[in-house]
């Protein structure tokens, strides 16, 4: 029985290459995207398609990983339709974040994080995956960064 799946494997800080080498190593397909050269898409976690009666354990004590992302003891599966979408931005080995993932002055709402489901306006795109959103909160105007995969289009 083939029961191969994608799992998040969350790694020791800075340790995301070792720990995509040293999984590889036990015969594991590893993705590990990055933006750039020195920057992974998720820093500190890597993805790993396995077959969990085999090679959890074996994973799960290799160098470099901290843990498996999982609910209880049981590692959780991640679509393949999530690990295929982050495969097609990449470009030149790298996830490429567009840049013109929304229009100046679009009304955004964010949807993770310390300002979850407040609503303001874009305003521009700080950095490769940071974006500046205008807030209005009561009687002031605010601006922040947030990551712009925390951030979707308003209602």
Do not use: C
């Amino acid at each position: 029985m083939n029961n191969l799946n994608w799992y998040a494997v969350n790694t020791k800080p800075r340790h995301e290459a070792l720990a995509e080498k040293m999984i590889s190593q036990l015969g594991v397909d590893v993705f590990y995207p990055k933006i750039n050269e020195k920057k992974g898409l998720f820093p500190g976690y890597l993805f790993a398609r396995y077959n969990p009666m085999e090679h959890y354990k074996k994973i799960r004590y290799t160098r470099g990983v901290r843990d498996i992302v999982s609910y209880g003891y049981t590692p959780v599966p991640v679509d393949d339709e999530i690990i295929n979408a982050i495969k097609l931005r990449m470009e030149s080995g790298f996830v490429h974040i567009a840049k013109d993932l929304f229009k100046k002055g679009e009304r955004v709402v964010i949807r993770e994080g310390l300002f979850k489901d407040f609503e303001g306006i874009f305003e521009d795109v700080k950095d490769s995956e940071r974006i500046i959103i205008l807030l209005n909160l009561i009687s002031y105007q605010a601006r922040i960064v947030v990551e712009a995969e925390k951030v979707g289009r308003a209602a």
